[in-house]
């Protein structure tokens, strides 16, 4: 599916109820070719305003986080569970972000990313139990290491769940575990270049399936 399609079917999208309570719909943005996806929770006030993800507060500190890995947000792929604002800003329920799994999921078919990181709760509990059929605790039982998941109909990919950037900027205690977590972003994408350089030299490492080229 191309990109405009999701985006035009997301525009008419009343699979939930958030769909009476949004301005504009926020699909995601970033590079289509992203080796990085990053899956958030809700627009809030301004990504609901401006159709855009991440562009508040939260958003700068993810700019700040990627940067400090050497990345910039154009370089990685950036959407969320429910692609509309929940009313007053409230947590998407389950069923919002089951229902709008149908656009997640043809996001990641098109994005085909290696590496996954979610932030927050909500975005960790969907990718692992809802994609992944793995159990979910909770971002602090979860974050702190790289894990392999098989996403049902999306095949292998390196998942990385951490906090919302929102957390940090509530409770400055978080910041230093999501700094940590960004750093296995490094460690992920070192791992994927290690298993690719050894392919290259035709000896296929056992994370061979982990690097099959896009489809
Ligand atoms: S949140 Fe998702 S499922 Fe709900 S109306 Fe918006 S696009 Fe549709």
Redesign the pocket.
């Given at each position: 599916m191309l990109w405009n399609t999701i985006v035009e079917s997301?525009r008419n999208?009343?699979?939930?109820?958030?769909?009476k309570s949004?301005t504009k719909?926020v699909p995601g943005e970033g590079n289509l070719d992203a080796v990085i996806l990053f899956i958030g929770e809700a627009p809030g006030r301004q990504e609901d305003l401006s159709g855009r993800p991440f562009v508040g507060q939260a958003g700068k500190l993810l700019e700040v986080l990627l940067r400090s890995i050497g990345l910039r947000r154009e370089e990685v792929f950036i959407t969320n569970v429910?692609?509309?604002r929940p009313p007053n800003n409230r947590d998407?329920k389950e069923e919002?972000v089951r229902?709008?799994s149908?656009?997640t999921q043809a996001i990641i078919r098109l994005i085909k990313p290696k590496v996954i990181v979610t932030l927050g709760n909500h975005s960790g509990k969907y990718v692992f139990s809802v994609l992944g059929g793995r159990e979910w605790m909770s971002v602090s039982r979860m974050r702190g290491r790289i894990y392999e998941l098989e996403l049902r109909n999306l095949g292998k990919v390196l998942v990385i769940p951490t906090y919302h950037p929102a957390a940090a900027l509530y409770n400055p205690k978080v910041r230093p575990a999501l700094e940590k977590d960004f750093s296995l972003i490094v460690e992920a994408q070192e791992r994927l270049a290690k298993i690719e350089e050894s392919t290259a030299k035709g000896k296929p490492k056992s994370l061979l399936d982990f690097l099959r080229s896009k489809q």
């Open positions: 997301i999208c009343n699979k939930c109820m958030l769909h949004r719909p429910v692609k509309c998407p919002e229902a709008c149908v656009h």
